[in-house]
């Protein structure tokens, strides 16, 4: 049974360019989290996901950065027009479909570094 | 608003020792709390998940404990291991479904 996958590991645009970052959920997975580390700081909760809807995206800066689950295939972080202070390390965590109780554990990907030059 | 500080920032004892890294939080209304271990340039392991009723977990060499009332939780670990050395994330799960995360300790462990 293959954890959260998240692609590609690495990745490094330059100023301007789009970043787009993907998150293949745990099987049977239907909930899906990004977060976003900071160098030296710790995780930020950024948006949650179900299939085909954006549950909350408080966390999510409003220009730039837009998410996506689509019914078919891996959740899609997007952000556009990248600046250096989007560096960073964006991970993935995924969740059972049941109800998000607080018994359920969000499992986590290995993460995407940001690179942006 | 909730927060997530982990105490101290950075950690370096010799093999062999019990240590205790600790985390506290402003908001005791969480449904659990749990560690992490994360590697450099890793990911995120797991390490133990304390629901908000329970007051402590084990797994092998580590414990962690939860007072909720005094907003703290404690992540023992024993006879440490240069394998061990990582930096430890404290996260709490929010009234909906956020993880709330402290900044971690950078442990090391010397041999």
């Known amino acids: 049974n293959a954890g959260v996958m998240q692609n590609p590991r690495h990745l490094v645009r330059r100023r301007g360019q789009e970043a787009r970052l993907r998150c293949s959920p745990m099987?049977?997975?239907?909930?899906v989290y990004w977060y976003r580390q900071l160098p030296e700081e710790g995780l930020k909760f950024m948006v949650y996901l179900q299939k085909e809807n954006i549950i909350d995206e408080s966390g999510m800066p409003k220009e730039r950065f837009s998410a996506e689950f689509p019914k078919e295939g891996p959740s899609i972080l997007r952000i556009q027009q990248v600046v250096r202070g989007d560096s960073a390390a964006y991970f993935c965590?995924?969740?059972?479909?049941?109800?998000?109780?607080?018994?359920?554990?969000?499992?986590f990907g290995p993460g995407t570094r940001l690179t942006v030059l | 608003k909730q927060e997530v500080t982990q105490i101290p920032a950075a950690l370096s004892v010799p093999e062999g020792e019990n240590l205790v890294l600790n985390c506290s939080f402003t908001d005791s209304a969480i449904y659990n709390l749990q560690w992490f271990r994360q590697d450099p340039g890793k990911g995120l392991t797991s390490l133990l998940l304390i629901q908000s009723s329970q007051r402590e977990q084990t797994s092998g060499r580590l414990n962690a404990s939860l007072d909720k009332s005094s907003g703290r939780s404690t992540l023992y670990i024993a006879a440490s291991q240069p394998g061990d050395s990582a930096t430890y994330l404290c996260?709490?799960?929010?009234?909906?479904?956020?993880?709330?995360w402290g900044a971690g300790t950078k442990l090391i462990i010397k041999p």
């Open positions: 099987k049977g997975h239907s909930h």
């Open positions: 965590a995924s969740s059972p479909p049941s109800r998000a109780t607080s018994t359920d554990t969000q499992y």
């Open positions: 996260a709490v799960r929010d009234s909906n479904y956020q993880l709330i």
